[in-house]
């Protein structure tokens, strides 16, 4: 697992699986388009959602949560980074969201 910037989020978005990891009511601040919703707490019980052959980038509000389940995918045998700053930085940063 490796803490990515935003930058490389974004250049990263269409070929890796965007994880939003932010419960149902922080979305509404927005999310990155194409991002799959699976809140931290339901994570593994939906891991099923996820394909295992794409890396995966775990974004939440700032990047703590994220950086836990990124480690979390990574011992499950995913291949996940985390983004730092998480959504916070990246709406900061200007790039785009939807809702």
Known sequence: MAEITIHDAKSRRDQDQILDVREDFE?????ISGALHIPMGELMSRLDELDKARPVI???RSGNRSA???EALTTAGYTADTMGGGML???HEGFPTTR
């Open 27 to 31: 979305l509404a601040e927005g999310m």
């Open 58 to 60: 775990v974004v939440c």
């Open 68 to 70: 836990r389940v990124a």
């Open 89 to 91: 930085d990246w709406q």
